[in-house]
């Protein structure tokens, strides 16, 4: 590690956060400019804690952060290893959940749930055709694959059309869920993709120290009959995603 890198891993001891959230913020961002790619070394905790006059308990909090979060792997006295974010190069052209997307990529999928809640929202019951008193359920997820944070995703179901949705215990796929349990035929889904800036909560899970580019989905489905059953935004991550688009010849 060169010497600028520790210049610019050192905190700011005249603001009120937490010097360890500040280290790992600066690490983050590192890895996410290339500073730091993917099996570069990190030093021990003893050597970066004298470089930047800090305690080792407070660079250890925040080598454990980052490890609960797999973004470091521990070397033993060399020190710690950047772990790679993933490349992911999915295919677009047909309607297929994260869960599913994930397993394709070779990538086991989790969910991390921010809120789950039963809501009547007019401007969602606009956009799907309901009545402004219209329920829908409300889910707020972080979505990850071998548990690195890719995408914070805000959905919501029609509870009209599917009422048994507000029973889903949000595991597996909900369009298996949405043909087996709540017998409701897909039709279509209308999908656009647009670059965006994270915002502070997409920055936070992501890790990001500052407002990074990122893709924003937004995706209609529709049943067979032609009812929007479930309206998502999920904002994906730019440094791992490169989407590959077959296009015919006329």
Same mark, same amino acid.
């Given at each position: 590690?060169?010497?600028? !890198?520790?210049?610019?891993?050192?905190?700011?001891? %005249? !603001?009120? #956060?937490?010097?360890?959230?500040? +280290?790992?913020?600066? =690490?983050?961002?590192? =890895?996410?400019?290339?500073?730091?790619?993917?099996?570069?070394?990190?030093?021990? #905790?003893?050597? +970066? @804690?004298?470089?930047?006059?800090?305690?080792?308990?407070?660079?250890?909090?925040?080598?454990?952060?980052?490890?609960?979060?797999?973004?470091?792997?521990?070397?033993?006295?060399?020190?710690? $290893?950047?772990?790679?974010?993933?490349?992911?190069?999915? &295919?677009?052209?047909?309607?297929?959940?994260?869960?599913?997307?994930?397993?394709? +990529? %070779?990538?086991?999928?989790?969910?991390?749930?921010?809120?789950? $809640?039963? *809501?009547?929202?007019?401007? !969602?019951?606009?956009? *799907?055709?309901?009545?402004?008193?219209?329920?829908?359920?409300?889910?707020?997820?972080?979505?990850?694959?071998?548990?690195?944070?890719?995408?914070?995703? *805000?959905?919501?179901?029609?509870?009209?059309?599917?009422?048994? =949705?507000?029973?889903?215990?949000?595991?597996?796929? =909900? /369009?298996?869920?949405? &043909?087996?349990?709540?017998?409701?035929?897909?039709?279509? @889904?209308?999908?656009?993709?647009?670059?965006?800036?994270?915002?502070? #909560?997409?920055? @936070?899970?992501?890790?990001?120290?500052?407002?990074?580019?990122?893709?924003?989905?937004?995706?209609?489905?529709?049943? @067979?009959?032609?009812?929007?059953?479930? /309206? *998502?935004?999920?904002?994906?991550? %730019?440094?791992?995603?490169?989407?590959?688009?077959?296009? %015919?010849?006329?």
């Amino acid at each position: 590690m060169t010497q600028d !890198i520790f210049t610019k891993l050192m905190p700011d001891r %005249g !603001i009120a #956060e937490p010097v360890y959230q500040q +280290l790992m913020k600066r =690490i983050v961002a590192l =890895i996410a400019a290339g500073e730091i790619s993917g099996q570069d070394s990190l030093p021990s #905790e003893r050597l +970066l @804690a004298e470089k930047l006059s800090l305690s080792r308990t407070t660079v250890r909090r925040c080598y454990t952060e980052l490890r609960a979060q797999n973004l470091l792997s521990s070397q033993g006295r060399a020190g710690f $290893t950047v772990n790679d974010v993933p490349n992911l190069q999915p &295919k677009l052209g047909r309607l297929k959940g994260f869960t599913e997307e994930m397993k394709e +990529l %070779g990538l086991t999928p989790s969910t991390r749930i921010l809120e789950r $809640t039963v *809501v009547t929202d007019r401007t !969602i019951a606009s956009v *799907v055709g309901r009545p402004s008193h219209a329920q829908f359920l409300r889910l707020v997820r972080v979505r990850c694959g071998d548990d690195v944070p890719l995408s914070r995703e *805000v959905a919501w179901y029609d509870l009209t059309s599917a009422p048994q =949705i507000a029973d889903w215990d949000v595991t597996g796929s =909900i /369009y298996d869920y949405l &043909k087996t349990v709540c017998n409701v035929r897909l039709g279509r @889904a209308e999908q656009t993709i647009e670059a965006v800036m994270s915002s502070a #909560e997409e920055s @936070a899970v992501f890790g990001f120290e500052q407002s990074s580019p990122c893709l924003l989905f937004k995706r209609k489905t529709y049943t @067979a009959s032609g009812q929007i059953v479930e /309206y *998502v935004e999920g904002t994906f991550r %730019g440094d791992a995603y490169t989407y590959h688009i077959d296009l %015919g010849v006329s």
